[in-house]
């Protein structure tokens, strides 16, 4: 299973955008990146998916360089609410090892008024 | 859809008692799991089910056991509770193989104290 690798923890300000980057040197050809979310008190919530290049969906960006050894999750004009612990996972979603992806420490995103 | 349900909410146990967290899910996904989160960490993975009738362990499975007989439900027992299993749990389910997501989506968790 690929290793990752985040920053602890980021400090941002409401109305800024904020990119939380996640090194994943030894990822594997078939294996994705995705990304979630977990608000204090509540199970992980999934915020998006990619393999290559770039996702955008309602919530956020995803960002994949060709060599796909990191990734960036980008939050555009964050809010209060958006203070959570942000995690990286990279696995084959089709093979057994897809089945035990575990979540690392996360990033602790707090954002300010 | 209810979406994935846990219970209890919380619970107290003393060490050596035994006892089931019930999972269950309303979106006909194959797959379940069930992690813990110790205070401040991240989720660990202690087993998982790719089907009813299969069941595989995960990262930390030593005190727990787990069984699927339908695709709905996946309850997890704690054989004889420990402090060290202080934490709180989370079950969670996917869409079969061979669907291109990873989205799982995670019950509200139990709070589990073992004294």
């Known amino acids: 299973l690929a290793k990752t690798t985040q920053p602890i923890s980021m400090d941002s300000y409401e109305g800024q955008e904020v990119n939380i980057t996640c090194s994943h040197n030894?990822?594997?050809?078939?294996?994705?990146i995705t990304w979630y979310q977990q608000f204090p008190s509540q199970g992980p919530r999934f915020i998006i998916q990619g393999y290559k290049t770039k996702v955008t969906n309602e919530v956020a960006s995803l960002f994949i360089p060709a060599d796909r050894k990191s990734s960036t999750l980008s939050l555009p004009r964050v809010s209060l609410s958006d203070t959570a612990v942000y995690y990286c996972?990279?696995?084959?979603?089709?093979?057994?090892?897809?089945?035990?992806?575990?979540f690392g420490g996360g990033t602790r995103l707090m954002v300010k008024p | 859809n209810a979406g994935v349900t846990q219970t209890p909410k919380f619970q107290v146990l003393k060490t050596g008692q035994s006892m089931t967290l019930q999972c269950a899910q309303d979106m006909n996904h194959e797959y379940m799991s069930w992690y813990r989160q110790d205070p401040g960490m991240g989720l660990r993975l202690i087993h998982y089910s790719v089907g009813a009738g299969i069941t595989d362990q995960g990262e930390v499975p030593n005190g727990y056991n787990v069984s699927r007989s339908t695709t709905e439900d996946f309850p997890l027992r704690l054989l004889s509770a420990a402090p060290s299993q202080t934490s709180v749990y989370f079950c969670?389910?996917?869409?079969?193989?061979?669907?291109?997501?990873?989205?799982?989506?995670f019950g509200p968790g139990t709070r589990l104290t073992v004294t």
């Open positions: 030894n990822i594997a050809t078939n294996d994705y």
């Open positions: 996972l990279v696995g084959d979603l089709h093979s057994n090892a897809g089945n035990m992806l575990t």
């Open positions: 969670a389910s996917r869409a079969r193989k061979g669907e291109k997501t990873y989205e799982q989506y």
